[in-house]
């Protein structure tokens, strides 16, 4: 059975820092693209950041040079640094996992508020 558990979401002040993680189970971890999206409140879902097997990274614009995304093949986790937060940034966040010929696998999400 193949789980996409995250954690680490809340509330945090604008300019203020997040840090979401992924704990993966029932994949080989190292063999999938991991990424996270978001889905703001009315608005469809939208990629935020991936990462490839290699461990390229891309970002979505609006997030680029204020989040980082990371892997940890050892712990079959994925993290999601938020640095600068704005309100715009709230949204619920999911983890995504995708590999060529196999399911793509949601997590279940984890709402990030941005807020003073």
């Known amino acids: 059975q193949v789980q996409l558990v995250e954690s680490g979401g809340g509330l945090a002040q604008p300019g203020g820092s997040l840090r979401l993680s992924c704990a993966a189970s029932?994949?080989?971890?190292?063999?999938?693209?991991m990424g996270w999206y978001r889905q703001p409140p009315g608005k469809e879902r939208e990629l935020v950041a991936l990462t490839s097997r290699g461990g390229s990274t891309n970002y979505a614009d609006s997030v680029k040079d204020r989040f980082t995304i990371s892997r940890d093949s050892a712990k079959n986790t994925l993290y999601l640094q938020m640095n600068s937060l704005k309100p715009e940034d709230t949204s619920v966040y999911y983890c995504y996992a995708r590999r060529f010929s196999f399911p793509e696998y949601w997590g279940q999400g984890t709402q990030v508020t941005v807020s003073s």
């Open positions: 029932g994949i080989t971890f190292s063999a999938y693209t």
